[in-house]
């Protein structure tokens, strides 16, 4: 399609329609979004972008008017955290719009563009893969000049068999970007996205003592310090200052299920359950149990999405709280899920009391042994695939 000269955002909902936007018509599992373009029109729609291809071909078009920095966000765990930690930081010096929510697919990324005003400074878009070749063509749509990569793990093995097949994966957005790129110091397969991208690159040294600090309080943990570094030395190119960095991160609060701190009956109750891979829930455990004392109870679920590793996968997580079980660094394990109970929980019995463990088959399960287990004084992490929805195991406790 020809995109209008001026236009007002465009949607994929037909509800959320305003006068001047684009309605994008898909044809989805449950739904044909083409059977709402005549509600879509009625509320003032100012056109109409007919599936996918136009969709990616709209927003590529649009995304070359604009002046914005285009700076792409990805990495197996920690790109929303980066992306948001990003957005507050050059929000600071620029004009910014960014990924809402995680929209980072090849829906999102291109609704993302083209609700870009024309006068944004920065534009920060998330870029998610669970497949080969999709941060090949979200770039492809997005052109980015700058990219950061939090992490390379094992999240969507099953999918890209080795961790070198993933760090090429999420390593295409590096090569790509136009001037400049960051990533840790301490990531995976470092030396393979070194060869990705020879030159421009900033290997940033993840354990920054003002970020702590800044982060001691909302955010603790060395995965988000780590996440804010990266951010920092992207936004740190395009001129912030630490002083106001600092501000941004004391201020910060992340969307969704993302270490939510809840006061539950007395008790505190950790909600991280947004989604969980082996590397972010090992951080999350080590946060944890170094932030909260009292009775600390984990609860985690099945990871998904780890293919033939998947067993390996999840028993590495059982032995390591298994070994915090042991030490006094955790008090219980609530196993939830088939994959939880069998090899999380077995492995942890190796190392740990078998009475330190509990079994259960999903968050309904949950739920009820923790209104059971929980008492005043306690601190419970809840962490697993998004898939598991372990965020509703929270009791309804006064």
Known sequence: MKLPETFAGATFDSRAVKPGMLFIALKGEKADGHDFIPQALAAGASGIIDGYDELAEAARAYRR??????????????????????????SRIGKTHATDKNYNNHIGLPQTILNCPRDAEFLVVEMGTNHPGEIAALCDIAEPDAGLVTSIGTAHLEFFRTQENIALEKGE???RA????????ECDQLETLRRLRPSGLAVVDPDVKWIEDAL?????GAHNVSNAALAFAMAAH???SREDAADALRGLVLPGQRWKVLAVGGATIVNDAYNANPSSMSVALDTFAQKYSGRRIAVLGDMFELGEASERLHRGIGAKVGGMLAKGELDLLLAVG???????????EKFADARQICRVADAAGAKAALSSLLREGDCALLKASRGMKLESAIPEMQ
């Open 178 to 185: 136009r001037e400049f790129a960051v990533v840790s110091s």
């Open 338 to 348: 088939e994959q939880s109970c069998n090899w999380m929980a077995g492995e942890a």
């Open 173 to 175: 957005l590096l090569r």
């Open 238 to 240: 395009y001129g912030l």
């Open 65 to 90: 008017t604009l002046a914005a920095k285009v700076i792409g966000v990805t990495g197996s765990a920690g790109k929303t955290t980066a992306k948001e930690m990003l957005r507050a930081f050059l």
């Open 216 to 220: 001691s309080e909302n955010l603790p």
